[in-house]
């Protein structure tokens, strides 16, 4: 399977073909440099520009970015054998020693900011990425400080699952049967004894599984 990472974003609905034109190249450069920053990856200060004004531009959201990406992932499952739908969570660190990045929010403590990262991550059999078939980012507007153990306690006990964060385990299972149905598959769910998904009914299966939360797709038994 040979897949360009322009392809993957051809069909991006942002309003413009020259935004959607701008987008394939900035995609081509990082791509090509995934592991430098935006000014080192870019061919020269024209191109660095561009790209900030590409960023900033209001016509353009990760959700757009991503959509044709995700839609050729969920493609990519229906066409396989069996497929595992893992999902994790990573923060992405975006402190600066000076002026804070826009947006930003607390991470575990205030002089920390940056936002959080929940994929669900599809793979074949054989552990070939497919691509992201869901995502969740959110910062947080403030952290809770100087909480005793029975202040956190009764805040877990009272605080309704839908307004705890953890609930990004439910809604990435949701979002896992979701490509399934859509794919006329049948998915079976294994998670951590501690992971808030435990909260949702799922079929057993026999299977095993690594991360916090796996989901396996596999063909739906039409007899």
Not at 50 to 64: G, M, T
Not at 127 to 156: C, E, H, M, Y
Not at 159 to 171: D, L, V, Y
Request: aromatic fraction near 6%; charge should be positive.
């Amino acid at each position: 399977m040979s897949v360009s990472l322009q392809d993957e974003v051809r069909g991006a609905a942002l309003g413009d073909k020259r935004l959607t034109k701008r987008l394939s190249n900035i995609i081509e450069q990082l791509g090509a440099k995934p592991n430098m920053s935006v000014p080192a990856a870019t061919r020269g200060r024209a191109e660095m520009e561009a790209a900030y004004r590409f960023f900033d531009n209001d016509r353009v959201s990760p959700e757009k970015i991503l959509q044709p990406h995700i839609a050729a992932t969920r493609e990519r499952i229906s066409q396989s054998e069996v497929a595992l739908l893992v999902q994790d969570t990573t923060d992405l660190d975006l402190t600066r020693p000076q002026q804070q990045v826009r947006g930003a929010g607390p991470m575990e403590y205030d002089s920390r900011r940056g936002a959080f990262f929940h994929p669900l991550l599809a793979f074949d059999s054989h552990g070939l990425p497919l691509g992201v078939a869901w995502q969740k980012v959110w910062t947080r507007k403030t952290i809770k400080k100087n909480f005793t153990k029975n202040q956190s306690d009764q805040w877990l006990r009272k605080t309704p699952i839908e307004k705890k964060e953890s609930f990004r385990w439910i809604e990435g299972m949701r979002a896992a049967r979701d490509v399934a149905k859509a794919s006329a598959l049948q998915t079976a769910t294994r998670t951590s004894t501690n992971c808030s998904a435990n909260h949702e009914p799922r079929r057993k299966a026999k299977f095993t599984s690594w991360c916090a939360l796996v989901t396996l797709v596999t063909p739906a038994d039409r007899t």
